[in-house]
């Protein structure tokens, strides 16, 4: 039976706070999913006691916490992936792309060959399907010369689901903003790697090689390391050269 709201007005104040807590609590309890729609403004101020205006600030505060979307003339929905907002870590804001774009190199390299060696020791034929889906769709883009970007990050987020791990599939969403940042630096590079690389990726987990799946991350991810290495090594030649031309 679903959960409703429970009164909590008739105090001398009530914080928005306190009823955004509320609202998020029903859509834990009753498992919502991304898309269901919240009882509109009205019915949620008279179930709760409180005034529209304190639904309005509650609300916007779940939206800042991409909890719930805002839908003009609909209504008030679930959000994609509640909680789980687009830069938490605050990478955008760092300004030394190079580095960072190596830093989450040397991150992945701690986190993503240990996800590929469960992954292969945990997939469901289901799981192995979806990979296979992906790894084509990302080599059919890079064929046609099309942006792959988003197509690469469902690859390494299919993955991470294949552990089963609930928690691993929302810290990988945050590490994979760094293969959006990686090809953004590299131009798309190295695409026959990417190609090989998840070819082999699929296939060892296919196999349920759990040693060949951290082998194959270890070696995809080092890969994009040396790479950026490389770019960053050129740039700065770039730039002593337009130094010395311009003395």
Not at 18 to 36: M, T
């Amino acid at each position: 039976m679903e959960k409703s709201f429970k009164a909590i007005g008739q105090k001398a104040q009530v914080l928005p706070e306190q009823v955004a807590e509320q609202i998020k609590e029903l859509i834990i309890v009753n498992k919502w999913e991304a898309g269901h729609k919240l009882p509109n403004e009205f019915e949620m101020a008279d179930q709760l006691k409180v005034g529209r205006g304190t639904i309005r600030e509650a609300v916007k505060i779940l939206v800042a916490q991409n909890i719930v979307e805002i839908q003009r003339g609909r209504g008030t929905f679930v959000s994609d992936k509640p909680g789980v907002v687009d830069d938490p870590l605050g990478l955008s804001f760092m300004s030394d792309k190079h580095k960072l774009a190596l830093d989450m190199c040397e991150t992945r390299l701690m986190i993503e060959p240990q996800i590929a060696e469960i992954a292969a020791k945990r997939a469901t034929a289901e799981n192995i399907q979806d990979l296979e889906r992906l790894c084509k769709l990302v080599e059919d883009k890079i064929h046609q010369n099309i942006a792959h970007t988003q197509e690469d990050v469902d690859f390494h987020e299919a993955i991470a689901a294949c552990t089963g791990n609930q928690v691993v599939q929302q810290i990988v969403p945050i590490i994979q903003s760094s293969i959006m940042l990686f090809i953004d630096i590299t131009k798309s590079g190295l695409k026959h790697h990417t190609i090989e690389e998840h070819r082999m990726l699929v296939e060892a987990i296919k196999e349920h090689d759990t040693k060949k799946a951290n082998e194959v991350m270890t070696a995809h991810i080092k890969q994009n390391q040396r790479n950026i290495e490389l770019i960053i090594g050129e740039s700065k030649k770039g730039d002593k050269n337009v130094e010395k031309s311009g003395t």
